[in-house]
């Protein structure tokens, strides 16, 4: 039932680009986006509430496509701070909140 | 400004003992509240959530229980834990709704059943 993400890792230099991909098989009504570094709490990014809507967070990005029932995470030059691993995740229902599978990222120098 | 607070940070049980985790949030009123449970290496798998005092959906059979005494108080509870109980263990709150402000995590509670 929980969205499924692509890919399951990533490894980049520093300054590369990555996107990470967030599909569900049921509707989305929106998305949200979290990274957890290891072996703390998964910190919120961002949350997108309409098809076809972009936000920015820093370098990093989201588009949310409602049609296609897909969300995509967009990491511009990359930084070493942004390893850890990435949450899309989706309410079901009114109080539901599923997570999606994590991708991982490992940013080197 | 809203915390949520998560204790233990880290606790080591045998297998068959009980077990309590308490979350509480500071600074708003009327959250939903969340417990979730995280394998090493794995995904955030959802196990209660609560819109209100006493009330509590689950979402996996399991031997965990979820209690929630007051408004701001979130409770994970086992009787009798098994060794497949290990894991990170992740209080969250959001508001009602959508979680439009996103969903917050408290610092965890890393568990290991011995």
């Known amino acids: 039932q929980q969205p499924v993400q692509s890919p399951q890792a990533v490894i980049l230099r520093e300054g590369e680009d990555a996107v990470i991909n967030c599909s569900s098989s049921?509707?989305?009504?929106?998305v949200h986006w979290y990274r957890q570094k290891h072996g703390e709490a998964p910190v919120f990014l961002m949350i997108l509430l309409k098809g076809g809507e972009q936000k920015g967070h820093e370098k990093i990005s989201a588009s949310f496509n409602e049609k296609k029932q897909q969300s995509s995470l967009y990491l511009t030059a990359s930084q070493l701070s942004y390893s850890g691993t990435y949450f899309c995740?989706?309410?079901?229902?009114?109080?539901?909140?599923?997570f999606g599978s994590g991708t991982k990222l490992n940013v080197k120098p | 400004s809203q915390t949520i607070h998560q204790w233990p940070a880290t606790l080591v049980q045998p297998v068959g003992s009980p077990l309590s985790l308490e979350c509480t949030v500071e600074g708003t009123s009327n959250p939903n509240l969340y417990w979730y449970r995280q394998a090493a290496g794995r995904g955030l798998q959802l196990l209660f959530y609560?819109?209100?005092?006493?009330?509590i959906s689950s979402e996996v059979p399991q031997n965990l229980s979820a209690s929630r005494p007051q408004d701001r108080q979130f409770i994970l509870s086992s009787k009798k834990l098994l060794l497949s109980d290990s894991g990170f263990y992740l209080c969250a709150w959001s508001v009602q709704g959508q979680g439009l402000n996103g969903y917050t995590f408290g610092s965890g509670t890393r568990l290991t059943v011995v």
């Open positions: 609560s819109v209100g005092i006493g009330q």
């Open positions: 049921k509707a989305l009504y929106s």
């Open positions: 995740g989706t309410l079901y229902n009114f109080n539901k909140f599923y």
